[in-house]
């Protein structure tokens, strides 16, 4: 397999080093705007080099962002290359474009990295759809968030001292407000629905609240009642639908989730005859992600594709119903009062996402009863 890798920053240099340790194995050039020199690859400036060169069977890009990482990645299907990325924004954005491209192409599109770092997450989905429905599928996916949580909660750390160090760990990214408002989990489950369920989810139809306004006067709330916070997701299969949905959500304190310690992330599904499985492991950072980068490369190689059939457009219907802490303005049912902040009555959780657009100050977090 000859590779022509794109980014050389946290998780390139990543796979190009791990990638050195592989058999049948070659990163061949390497597209990065800085001057490096590489021991066995040739550094490149143009995209045109590695598109162009014909000893190349597989892409592989970690560079993150939209533009140009979306006209890259379908120029090398076209091209017939196969394409392997952690980027999950790119994958989820355009999966509608990218993975039909892919199976027209009769190329191999796999991103298992994108979800969950090091965590083979979406490879496993990829198994466990083939024998059983699978129900719901969620959990922690955001190694910054938890990052930042765990050390408000457990050391009294401030927000911003938190997401600095997470930044310099290299978890965040490029733009930490992606992290922090959810939108990094918002494009995990969107992708993971996807995959579990078959479908094409309408991703305007899954509402997202981050973890950005979030204070020591909450965390110290939640403590107070036993609850731990976490930023979580929530895809589930209902009577009439799909919910899906991005959200800080309390847990009490003994909960598997409320354990999760650093830049680790803990993903669920709930299938039909296994029941619960839970995966652990660091949800981000550069051997991780780069280790699961290599391996998609390896199944690749041994021709393995997307984790899935492209599937129906589906709008997510958010009908459940849950209570909820709010800070700031909430004027409707209150269950009882936490210091500044209230707990609701229970309200379906589209309800709720739909007051907190007009409310984008308030805190918001689910209570799991
Ligand atoms: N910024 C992401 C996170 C990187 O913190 O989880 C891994 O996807």
């Known amino acids: 397999m000859k590779i022509g890798l794109l980014g050389f920053g946290v998780v390139g240099r990543g796979v190009y ?5 592989q058999k049948n194995m070659q990163v061949t050039k390497v597209l990065c705007l800085e001057n490096i020199s590489l021991p066995d690859a040739e550094p490149v400036k143009d995209f045109a080099e590695i598109l162009n060169d014909p000893e190349i069977d597989t892409v592989v890009e970690a560079m993150g962002g939209l533009h140009p990482s979306h006209e890259f990645a379908v120029a ?26 892919a199976e027209e192409m009769g190329v191999k599109l796999r991103c298992t990295a994108a979800v969950g770092g090091g965590i083979g997450w979406l490879s496993e989905l990829e198994r466990s759809r083939r024998a059983q429905t699978i129900n719901q599928v969620g959990g922690i996916m955001n190694g910054t968030c938890n990052y930042i949580l765990d050390h408000m909660t457990r050391f009294g750390m401030g927000y911003d001292q938190a997401l600095k160090q997470a930044q310099s760990l290299g978890y965040a990214e490029a733009n930490p407000a992606t992290d922090v408002e959810g939108i990094d989990t918002w494009h995990k489950v969107i992708l993971s629905a996807n995959v579990a369920f078959g479908i094409t989810l309408d991703k305007e139809s899954v509402p997202v609240a981050g973890i950005a306004g979030i204070q020591a006067q909450d965390v110290a709330n ?45 993903i669920t599904f709930l299938g039909q005859t296994s029941d619960r499985m839970s995966f652990y492991g660091q949800g981000a950072g550069r051997y991780p992600t780069a280790y699961n980068v290599v391996e998609d490369l390896i199944d690749v190689a041994a021709g393995k594709g997307f984790y899935a059939p492209y599937g129906p457009k589906v709008t997510a219907l958010n009908s459940e119903t849950m209570a909820y802490y709010v800070r700031g303005g909430w004027d409707g049912e209150t269950r ?9 009555m229970p309200v379906s959780v589209a309800r709720m996402h739909a007051w907190r657009k007009d409310h984008p100050d308030a805190f918001i977090a689910g209570l799991s009863e």
């Open 17 to 21: 080093e791990i990638a050195a340790s």
């Open 76 to 101: 090398a299907l076209k091209a017939g290359k196969n394409y392997v990325t952690s980027n999950k924004a790119l994958v989820c954005t355009y999966y509608e474009e990218l993975v039909p491209l």
């Open 222 to 266: 939640f403590a107070a009642h036993g609850l731990v916070c976490k930023l979580m997701s929530a895809a589930k299969r209902t009577e009439t639908g799909f919910d899906v949905y991005v959200q800080p959500q309390l847990v009490p304190q003994g909960d598997p989730e409320a354990a999760v310690p650093l830049n680790y992330n803990l």
């Open 336 to 344: 009882e009062h936490w210091g500044d902040a209230v707990v609701t």
